[in-house]
């Protein structure tokens, strides 16, 4: 599989960014994408996880409510839509692809390259 994401910028707090990850190539193992992110002199971090088929979510609890991830398998995309955006938010985002349900980088299978996502107080 290949991911490719975009949509990164500069946005003031309470701000909102989109999110885009272009997804080719999907295989048997990829059944869940994922969004990540990694702060500076941080670890990379889940944020949100959409099985492909199903469009079954999850997010980690310091973005719900927040962000939302979809899926349009017509597009071959998936997005993160980021709203109430927060300093803390700040960080490089990645799409990956995982076989099942993941909670840490450990479980991704692939990886696209980070958009850069930086929010302003």
């Known amino acids: 599989v290949q991911l490719q994401a975009s949509g990164g910028g500069l946005v003031q707090a309470g701000g909102s960014l989109r999110l885009t990850c272009a997804v080719s190539?999907?295989?048997?193992?990829?059944?869940?994408m994922n969004w990540f992110r990694q702060a500076p002199g941080k670890e990379r971090e889940f944020v949100a996880g959409i099985r492909w088929r199903e469009g079954t979510k999850r997010y980690v609890d310091s973005v719900k409510g927040r962000f939302t991830i979809s899926r349009v398998s017509a597009e071959n995309a998936v997005y993160l839509q980021m709203n109430s955006l927060k300093p803390e938010d700040t960080a490089v985002y990645y799409c990956?692809?995982?076989?099942?349900?993941?909670?840490?980088?450990?479980?991704?299978?692939?990886w696209g390259q980070g958009t850069l996502v930086t929010v302003s107080s």
């Open positions: 190539g999907l295989t048997t193992s990829d059944n869940v």
């Open positions: 990956a692809s995982s076989p099942g349900v993941v909670t840490t980088a450990v479980g991704a299978r692939s």
